[in-house]
């Protein structure tokens, strides 16, 4: 077995006193597209916090390529190759498009190659091209999805978290997003992707979680969840 | 009417609103990176003035020196400052929630230690000095040597600290910081460093303007005080957190205080000043020069 480029072992986290996640486990094999589903409130967003720095756990341990990340700062991890795409977007609203991609590769590993990596993004996303001197906070839900997935890969990341990325946009930016994670899986990226649209995820997913209550209640390879009783009973309304 | 297009008064106003644009600019900084409202940001133009006085009394250091011993210092200052107390705020996402509150109490009680460790070690008789107080005549304009070095260390900081946010890679951090501070983490700034060289700069920034403004003005402990107030009405008019705006509103103050003057009197100063303040924040409370764009 090929040993697994992220690994969570027991993650606990909580918000004050109240804990969201309860001894969480779960791994991503390089290259893979791995997906975490879920009803609001699992606990997908704070499993993606906690990988991302952005909230220290309580407890548990999470690894990156075989190195300790569990306590590193946000930024340290961006700059070791992994890279969050967070709910909500995020974009820099007050910058230009061209501003928000080029601040994506802020971190010193992302630096050297940030004209290339710009024109990949400009190569991947037509539409931002057209866009890049247009304030981000003037551009719909869609395009400022696909400037949030752009500016991420800016980081040049070996892992991309993306946290709801369909989040409020319409059926036709939805099926662009899939498709897009096709298409960065085809380029040899690996993904961890947080999502309530449970059967276009399982249907994507080589490997797939079901968050209950801050616990992993099901996992298995995404077709065989897609196949599962109570996925299609809870999850897909069959 | 003369005296309206006469360079004088442009000159005048060009210096108090320039001043008024540096010290605003270093409480900007450290409001737009930290969200503190720093109380105390006059005490550090006082601290500036006091190290160019001494300096230049004790060792006879001119103050483009002292410029640079006074930002050390206060820069050293921040450095206390957020090491000592604000780190752990910060740190802590229910006292972090807090901490604007918060930090309007805690440099309250920063101003009134520093105002009054300092009024006990050099008391409280105000203090002056004489540089470059030669009048120099030019195109009809007087104006004095310090008041024209005033003008153009002030411009130059004003200025430099723009260039550098527009292009430098740590000015490029510094503005994803105040836009958006979570995304900022999400690109991989690293927010602590950001925020402990904003601190540092910022206070730095106060510091040189009190050296400047201890070339032409009367140096006691209590000398801050108006200077915090200017800078929050400055900042406000010009947009909290917006940096360039900032700076122009500074600039902008200055002319309507001097020209406001000379079309009134004196002891319409402070009527002047606050009906700006009072009418910008009817207006428009974002600030006059905010972008409508933010969301």
């Given at each position: 077995?090929?040993?697994?480029?992220?690994?969570?072992?027991?993650?606990?986290?909580?918000?004050?006193?109240?804990?969201?996640?309860?001894?969480?486990?779960?791994?991503?094999?390089?290259?893979?597209?791995?997906?975490?589903?879920?009803?609001?409130?699992?606990?997908?967003?704070?499993?993606?916090?906690?990988?991302?720095?952005?909230?220290?756990?309580?407890?548990?341990?999470?690894?990156?390529?075989?190195?300790?990340?569990?306590?590193?700062?946000?930024?340290?991890?961006?700059?070791?190759?992994?890279?969050?795409?967070?709910?909500?977007?995020?974009?820099?609203?007050?910058?230009?498009?061209?501003?928000?991609?080029?601040?994506?590769?802020?971190?010193?590993?992302?630096?050297?190659?940030?004209?290339?990596?710009?024109?990949?993004?400009?190569?991947?996303?037509?539409?931002?091209?057209?866009?890049?001197?247009?304030?981000?906070?003037?551009?719909?839900?869609?395009?400022?999805?696909?400037?949030?997935?752009?500016?991420?890969?800016?980081?040049?990341?070996?892992?991309?978290?993306?946290?709801?990325?369909?989040?409020?946009?319409a059926p036709v930016m939805v099926k662009q997003v899939?498709?897009?994670?096709?298409?960065?899986?085809?380029?040899?990226?690996?993904?961890?992707?947080?999502?309530?649209?449970?059967?276009?995820?399982?249907?994507?997913?080589?490997?797939?979680?079901?968050?209950?209550?801050?616990?992993?209640?099901?996992?298995?390879?995404?077709?065989?969840?897609?196949?599962?009783?109570?996925?299609?009973?809870?999850?897909?309304?069959? | 009417?003369?005296?309206?297009?006469?360079?004088?008064?442009?000159?005048?106003?060009?210096?108090?609103?320039?001043?008024?644009?540096?010290?605003?600019?270093?409480?900007?900084?450290?409001?737009?990176?930290?969200?503190?409202?720093?109380?105390?940001?006059?005490?550090?133009?006082?601290?500036?003035?006091?190290?160019?006085?001494?300096?230049?009394?004790?060792?006879?250091?001119?103050?483009?020196?002292?410029?640079?011993?006074?930002?050390?210092?206060?820069?050293?200052?921040?450095?206390?400052?957020?090491?000592?107390?604000?780190?752990?705020?910060?740190?802590?996402?229910?006292?972090?929630?807090?901490?604007?509150?918060?930090?309007?109490?805690?440099?309250?009680?920063?101003?009134?230690?520093?105002q009054n460790l300092t009024a006990l070690a050099f008391?409280?008789?105000?203090?002056?000095?004489?540089?470059?107080?030669?009048?120099?005549?030019?195109?009809?304009?007087?104006?004095?040597?310090?008041?024209?070095?005033?003008?153009?260390?002030?411009?130059?900081?004003?200025?430099?600290?723009?260039?550098?946010?527009?292009?430098?890679?740590?000015?490029?951090?510094?503005?994803?910081?105040i836009e958006r501070r979570e995304a900022a983490q999400?690109?991989?700034?690293?927010?602590?460093?950001?925020?402990?060289?904003?601190?540092?700069?910022?206070?730095?920034?106060?510091?040189?303007?009190?050296?400047?403004?201890?070339?032409?003005?009367?140096?006691?402990?209590?000398?801050?005080?108006?200077?915090?107030?200017?800078?929050?009405?400055?900042?406000?008019?010009?947009?909290?957190?917006?940096?360039?705006?900032?700076?122009?509103?500074?600039?902008?103050?200055?002319?309507?205080?001097?020209?406001?003057?000379?079309?009134?009197?004196?002891?319409?100063?402070?009527?002047?000043?606050?009906?700006?303040?009072?009418?910008?924040?009817?207006?428009?409370?974002?600030?006059?020069?905010?972008?409508?764009?933010?969301?």
């Amino acid at each position: 077995m090929i040993a697994p480029m992220l690994s969570v072992r027991n993650l606990r986290a909580a918000y004050g006193p109240v804990q969201v996640l309860f001894d969480v486990d779960f791994d991503v094999a390089p290259g893979s597209v791995t997906t975490l589903i879920g009803a609001n409130g699992a606990g997908k967003t704070t499993i993606m916090k906690s990988v991302a720095g952005l909230m220290m756990p309580i407890g548990g341990a999470i690894l990156f390529e075989g190195r300790d990340i569990t306590r590193a700062p946000s930024h340290d991890r961006v700059n070791s190759g992994l890279s969050l795409i967070p709910e909500g977007r995020l974009v820099f609203p007050g910058m230009t498009v061209e501003q928000n991609l080029r601040l994506g590769a802020i971190a010193p590993a992302a630096r050297s190659g940030h004209s290339e990596m710009l024109a990949d993004v400009f190569r991947r996303f037509p539409r931002l091209e057209e866009r890049r001197s247009q304030h981000a906070g003037l551009m719909s839900g869609g395009e400022q999805q696909m400037l949030a997935l752009g500016r991420g890969l800016m980081a040049r990341p070996r892992l991309i978290l993306m946290d709801e990325p369909t989040l409020g946009l319409a059926p036709v930016m939805v099926k662009q997003v899939f498709e897009t994670i096709r298409e960065l899986r085809a380029s040899g990226f690996t993904i961890l992707l947080a999502e309530q649209n449970a059967r276009v995820a399982l249907e994507l997913a080589d490997q797939a979680y079901l968050l209950e209550n801050g616990r992993v209640a099901l996992s298995g390879p995404g077709a065989e969840l897609l196949d599962s009783h109570d996925v299609r009973r809870a999850y897909l309304g069959m | 009417m003369d005296t309206l297009l006469s360079g004088q008064l442009l000159f005048a106003a060009l210096v108090s609103g320039s001043l008024y644009a540096l010290v605003a600019l270093g409480l900007n900084l450290v409001y737009g990176t930290l969200r503190l409202l720093n109380i105390a940001h006059g005490d550090l133009v006082m601290i500036g003035a006091y190290t160019a006085f001494w300096m230049f009394s004790l060792f006879a250091v001119p103050p483009l020196v002292s410029l640079v011993l006074a930002a050390a210092l206060c820069a050293l200052l921040g450095w206390a400052v957020y090491a000592g107390l604000f780190r752990r705020m910060l740190a802590k996402p229910d006292l972090a929630k807090r901490v604007e509150a918060n930090s309007l109490i805690l440099f309250y009680g920063i101003s009134v230690i520093l105002q009054n460790l300092t009024a006990l070690a050099f008391s409280s008789t105000s203090r002056g000095y004489q540089y470059l107080d030669t009048v120099i005549t030019w195109q009809g304009i007087s104006m004095t040597g310090n008041r024209l070095l005033s003008l153009g260390v002030a411009a130059t900081i004003c200025f430099g600290t723009l260039l550098f946010l527009r292009f430098h890679l740590f000015g490029w951090g510094l503005r994803a910081v105040i836009e958006r501070r979570e995304a900022a983490q999400v690109v991989g700034v690293n927010l602590n460093r950001v925020q402990l060289l904003t601190i540092c700069g910022g206070f730095a920034v106060a510091g040189m303007a009190g050296v400047l403004v201890s070339m032409t003005e009367q140096i006691t402990p209590f000398m801050g005080f108006p200077f915090t107030i200017v800078a929050f009405v400055v900042i406000i008019i010009g947009g909290l957190g917006n940096i360039g705006a900032g700076i122009l509103a500074g600039f902008c103050l200055g002319l309507v205080e001097t020209f406001g003057i000379a079309l009134t009197s004196p002891g319409y100063r402070s009527i002047l000043i606050y009906g700006l303040f009072v009418g910008v924040l009817m207006v428009r409370p974002e600030g006059i020069f905010t972008k409508a764009v933010r969301s």
